[in-house]
């Protein structure tokens, strides 16, 4: 007796790096930020052991997983990934549960909307600062200018699915 298949792979053109110019952006950016970080962090643990230390490699790794962040969180919003819970929408009807997804999407824009505001306010305060790290003197500013702009376009794409035609729930997007 066999069991069916439900989770299995989909197509290669329906890979998540496969979303356009965005996904491959998104994907080229979290992959630099991943190989700064897995360098800098090997090269201080060799460096330790060796006697040569890499002094700021701590200042790298942070600026590198703002990098994977904001990679991240594009990413997984161009492919339906943020989290949800289907036990009550699966049990509406779908002219319902189109309308529970359109609101989550507009939840979403909203909550990534605040977050943004509050990054945009901070960096307009902290712009002419001059903020750098401590060590590498490495400018703040440009980190906080790439996390802003992937909120937004995060902030976009749940407008997008807001007022799409088909939720990306309805789609079969969904976890």
Do not use: C
Not at 39 to 56: E, M, P, W, Y
Not at 103 to 130: K, P, R, T
Not at 146 to 154: C, E, P, R
């Amino acid at each position: 007796m066999s069991l069916p298949v439900t989770d299995a792979a989909p197509p290669a053109s329906e890979e998540p790096a496969a979303r356009g110019t965005a996904g491959k952006a998104a994907f080229y950016v979290g992959s630099a930020g991943l190989l700064l970080a897995t360098a800098a962090d090997s090269i201080a643990v060799l460096g330790r052991h060796t006697g040569f230390a890499l002094l700021g490699s701590i200042e790298i790794v942070q600026v590198a997983i703002v990098f994977i962040a904001a990679a991240s969180l594009v990413t997984v919003t161009l492919n339906h990934g943020h989290a949800a819970v289907h036990i009550v929408t699966d049990r509406l009807a779908p002219g319902r549960r189109a309308l529970l997804a359109r609101v989550a999407a507009l939840l979403g824009a909203a909550a990534v909307g605040l977050l943004l505001i509050g990054s945009v306010i901070l960096l307009g305060d902290v712009w002419n600062g001059h903020e750098r790290s401590e060590l590498l003197h490495i400018p703040l500013r440009w980190l906080r200018l790439l996390m802003i702009v992937a909120l937004g376009f995060v902030a976009l794409l749940f407008l997008k699915a807001a007022v799409a035609r088909r939720p990306a729930t309805e789609a079969g997007h969904d976890a």
